[in-house]
C-alpha cells in the first residue's frame, strides 16, 4: 500500500512492505502530479494508495480537504488500483516527535508513513 500526505507544494509517500505489517517512508514528490504520483505506485508495487484526508479535531472537512478530494479522484482515474482517504489527524505532530528522534526521512513523508501504520493497525485493507 501506498500512502500519501498530500499538500499543494509536495506530497509526502509511505509505502507498506508486501505483508502490510511496517511502512517506509519514500521521498517526497514535489510538485505533487497526480501522474507521477501514479508512477510511483505502478513502479512500487502498490496494490491500494490511501491519501490523508485533513479534518479538524472534530472531524470536520474544510477546504484544504475538498482539495485533497479532488487529488484522490484525479489520482484514482489515472490507476487500476483502489484509491481511499483516511483520517490524518495528529500525523504531522507525530511526524515532528519522529524528527526530533532522529527519523531521517522528510517530514511529509514521515506523516505518510504515520498514516499507513494508523491504516494498517485499523486492519485497513483487508
Given at each position: 500500500m501506498l500512502a500519501l500526505d498530500y499538500g499543494t507544494a509536495r506530497c509526502g509517500c509511505?509505502?507498506?512492505?508486501?505483508?502490510?505489517?511496517?511502512?517506509?517512508?519514500?521521498?517526497?514528490?514535489?510538485?505533487?502530479?497526480?501522474?507521477?504520483?501514479?508512477?510511483?505506485a505502478s513502479s512500487e508495487g502498490a496494490e491500494r494508495v490511501i491519501v490523508g484526508l485533513p479534518t479538524t479535531l472534530g472531524g470536520e472537512e474544510g477546504e484544504q480537504a475538498?482539495?485533497?478530494?479532488?487529488?484522490?479522484?484525479?489520482?484514482?482515474?489515472?490507476?487500476?488500483?483502489?484509491?481511499?482517504?483516511?483520517?490524518?489527524?495528529?500525523?504531522?505532530?507525530?511526524?515532528?516527535?519522529?524528527?526530533?528522534?532522529?527519523?531521517?526521512?522528510?517530514?511529509?513523508s514521515l506523516a505518510a508513513a504515520h498514516l499507513l501504520e494508523s491504516y494498517l493497525a485499523r486492519g485497513g485493507g483487508e
Open positions: 509511505a509505502i507498506s512492505d508486501p505483508t502490510g505489517t511496517l511502512a517506509r517512508p519514500l521521498e517526497a514528490v514535489e510538485p505533487p502530479d497526480p501522474a507521477a504520483i501514479a508512477e510511483l475538498r482539495i485533497t478530494r479532488a487529488f484522490a479522484d484525479q489520482l484514482a482515474e489515472l490507476l487500476d488500483v483502489p484509491v481511499e482517504t483516511y483520517d490524518e489527524r495528529l500525523t504531522t505532530r507525530m511526524a515532528e516527535r519522529s524528527a526530533r528522534e532522529g527519523a531521517r526521512a522528510d517530514r511529509d
